[in-house]
């Protein structure tokens, strides 16, 4: 499904070309995690499995079509990028004036790639899937309606996550991928490498889409999903998208003679699915990378194949809560809901001297060049805070907010009362590493962010704030 656009606040950027390369991510791990066949952490909700799960009443109602295990042109596949790669330019579609950046929320006249694999090919269909695990960088692109056209690589739609992440967005960085939910395309789907690896299930959450029946127009996402389809209005069912998905503990995997299904359902039992993105007509649809081999109905339409699917639909269930969950080193944990709420994207407006600061998404920062007095930049508006429902900040609640700052630079956060039209918190000016805790004065609010280059070398300045912990 098409992703999110959030049209209204699209800032048209008339000569850019900037260049996604220096990632915030850390040198990947030595672990099979973080890697290109086992992406994101170890405690990653994907590499993770719930105990004692709670589930919902509510079953899957059938559709137009089957259920589905699709491999197909609508799938996607997942390339990998290495430091022989040389670079690529990246343009917009013809007869288009950007590429639309998820995570600035604007638009780039061209995007320059760091390595790009020379076998790429992105998926036939509409919406033309593609990401790149560049394992130089640690980032994962991924991109929609991706299309070489008279040699020029273009596309609509672009996001970004770091490799060694959780597989999920943050408040603050809430768009992270290509599906309507924020992630990338790539993540939870059946990998080629391991559809004959000889175990009995896949040893990851998997990546589903459900259809309107199905899915819930309110909420229309839940944690640990940040957005979801732009067409949620028209769901009729009680499914948000990022639910997990599972098969209890008494369904009877023995029964499904088809072995790949059978597979699938033994990962459904332990693991479940995460539910990605909306499609047209299919009860629930698992992603499977393009190029797997996976084949359910193997001379035609198998009946067989798609009774048992529908078994499968019958007996999947949405988990409403979980005990605790075991991290892929088998280790217990709870997931962190208490995730970055500031995001240094623009518009920025010059307070004073020239307006040299930029956002650059893969260090999540506000970045000078070299300057010789300080420049003041002052964002009013509500991009820097994105309504993510789930972690929406709470009157009287407490948060801490940490400078993280170079060169100099400083940060200032302010919080501005709809209502009164009056100023409700003044940070002052924070320098690098230095923090503010404070009870979050309003519930109606906008956020002012105010930023202060360093004067001499490059500078760069950005904010964590986080639901304060103190005990």
Known sequence: MKPTIISSTLIRLSCVCFILGSAIVQAQSVSKFESFEVPFSAQS??????????????????????????EGKYSTHCFLATAKDAPMQVKPPVGKKGIYDADAESTSEEITIPHWPADLVPAEGGDGHADIFDTTTGIIYSFWQLKKVDDVWRTTHIGWMPLNGTGWGDPAHYHQGSRASGVPSCAGIIRKHEL?????????????????????????????????????????????????????????????????????????????????????????????????????????????????????????????SASSWIDGNGQTFTPN????????????????????????????????QNTDSPVIQTNYSDRTMPAVDWAKPQKGQ????????????????KLIDKDTKKQAYDSQDLQNNETVTFDWPVDNFYPIVVVTSGVGDTSSARGILLRATDK
């Open 196 to 320: 004959n690896d000889g175990n009995d299930m896949y040893h990851h959450a998997l990546a589903i889409s459900l259809t309107n029946n199905a899915l819930s127009p309110s909420p229309a996402y839940m944690f640990p999903a940040t957005i979801a389809d732009a067409g949620a209005k028209r769901n009729t069912g009680k499914v948000p998208e990022g639910a997990l998905m599972m098969l209890p503990p008494d369904f009877d995997t023995s029964t499904i003679t088809n072995a790949e299904l059978r597979k699938v359902a033994n990962t459904l039992k332990v693991y479940g699915a995460y539910v990605v993105d909306m499609n047209y007509g299919t009860p629930f649809l698992v992603y499977v990378e393009i190029g797997s081999g996976l084949r359910i109905h193997k001379n035609g339409w198998d009946n067989k194949a798609g009774q048992e699917l529908h078994v499968i639909r019958e007996g999947l269930r949405m988990v409403k």
């Open 398 to 413: 407490r948060y801490t907010l940490k400078a993280v700052t170079s060169g100099g630079a400083k940060l200032r956060f």
């Open 45 to 70: 909700l994907w590499n993770s499995k719930p105990v004692n799960p709670v589930f919902d009443d509510f079953v899957i109602p059938t559709s137009s079509y089957f259920p589905a295990m699709q």
């Open 337 to 368: 809901k208490n995730l970055n709420l500031l995001s240094m994207r623009g518009p920025w407006v010059p307070s004073n001297g020239k307006p040299l600061a930029k956002f650059v998404p893969t260090q999540q920062a506000v970045v000078f």
